[in-house]
């Protein structure tokens, strides 16, 4: 059975009844803001989007969306950069199911290190309340003061402190889910340890929706650090900046909480149109590493080590020069200037943007052979080359020539991403690191996985979802 391509009043209103008529929108200047996505790559619209209260609204929900064949797009904070969040334009309509009322923290365990919480919550909120008991929930993301845990958990977010704790899949112990047939799935366990047959748990986490939908789940809390220091570091190439973090790595192993690599490029632009960001340097440096050293012992074991780190590295003629932040609102800045990078480029025109990852050992090859690739395309493109060096996750990035037109240098998305994609390929890496796929790269998921591995996937959406109602052409082909 597919989805209907038809979505009438009398089922509009029975869809509706569920919610109550005021979290069932309708009019097109109500519904806007969730179907537009901030990189404004999506173009589609809805009919309806509800805004469920409760799990056993979702479950009445999709009850009924799987008895009449209607697609259900599941959204958190919508700010999802793969188009896994919003309708397809080209596809028949399709309800989306917002979960920012379910928005409730249910449990926190200090001494157990867990906290329950509904999947509307805001990230910026869990982080504040683990933090309120003394605890640290380290998932951390440029988006993080409106994206919700349940998108972070449905697309495993990744972030600037994977070096450390790992992706949001590591972050997690429990699940609630509600199925497409309405029936909910409640396994908000606290143990670390249990070892009971298939984990269910990892299907549902990066599925994007495409499964059923993560209404609760409990999280992993961890120790708060005593100490944390923050620096910058002005290098000459990757190879410099790998170097400096094989080094960072072996003098502080888990307490190298972050590695960032930002290109010259990117700072420039931050400097340029970010409110309170400027290079800390006074002499420019061709690359950035942002490094970040927690101490569970004390503020001056964080600062000993970093002072360690650099010095021995600018003695040794591997960094150019350092700053090391002084206090918390310098090295908050400092983190300014990393997590801005994005929204810097936008008003440099058009941006074609990858999120990739390979080997860390491979970075400074990729990145050496990837910019004659885009260049022969694109002349004179701009490589804005920043992210996780640390875990291996680039955030390709490639702004339009000075002066160019905008379409038609966005015109060359395709091809431009067929031969960065490819490169990141030859090394064993990842076409997408931490965004997920979405619609975007849904087609080359399938181009570039094994058959048995897509054989596999479709299986088991066919057996949770028969009905095909679940976020339908996202990750996987419509069939």
Sequence with gaps: ???????????????????????????????????????????????????????????????????????????????????????????????????????????????????????????????????????????????????????????????????????????????????????????????????????????????????????????KLFPMPAGRQVAIAGLKSPEATLELFRRAETLAGGALTAFELMARIGVEFTARHIDGVRDPFAEPHGWYALIEISSNLSEEAARDQMEHLLSAALEDGIAEDAVLAQNETQARDFWHMREALSWAQKPEGGSIKHDISVPVAAIPTFLAQAEPLVQEVVPGARIVAFGHLGDGNIHYNISQPVGADREAFLAHWDAVSAKVHALALSFGGSISAEHGIGQMKRDELAAIRAPIEIDLMQRIKAAFDPAGIMNPGKVLRTS
């Design 1 to 219: 059975m597919s989805f209907s391509p038809s979505l009438t009043a009398s089922l509009i209103e029975r869809f509706a009844a569920i919610v109550g008529p005021g979290n069932a929108l309708t009019e097109p200047s109500d519904t806007q803001g969730f179907t537009q996505e901030h990189r404004e790559l999506y173009h589609a619209s809805t009919p309806l989007v509800l805004r469920p209260g409760t799990t056993q609204e979702v479950a009445e929900i999709l009850k009924v969306a799987t008895e009449t064949g209607i697609a259900i797009i599941p959204q958190g904070g919508n700010t999802g950069l793969t188009g896994g969040q919003v309708p397809l334009a080209d596809g028949p309509p399709a309800i989306i199911l917002s979960l920012t009322r379910m928005n409730r923290i249910l449990d926190i365990d200090a001494v157990g290190g867990t906290m329950t919480v509904e999947a509307g919550v805001v990230l910026q909120t869990i982080q504040e309340a683990a933090a309120d008991v003394g605890k640290l929930f380290p998932l951390s993301l440029g988006a993080e003061g409106s994206c919700q845990i349940g998108g972070n958990l449905s697309t495993n977010a990744g972030g600037t402190a994977v070096l450390a704790y790992g992706n949001t899949r590591q972050l997690c112990l429990g699940l609630e889910v509600v199925l497409p047939t309405g029936e909910v799935w409640t396994a908000l366990r606290k143990l670390k340890k249990d070892n009971t047959g298939y984990d269910l748990r990892d299907l549902f986490i990066g599925a994007e929706g495409t499964l059923g939908v993560i209404t609760a789940a409990v999280l």
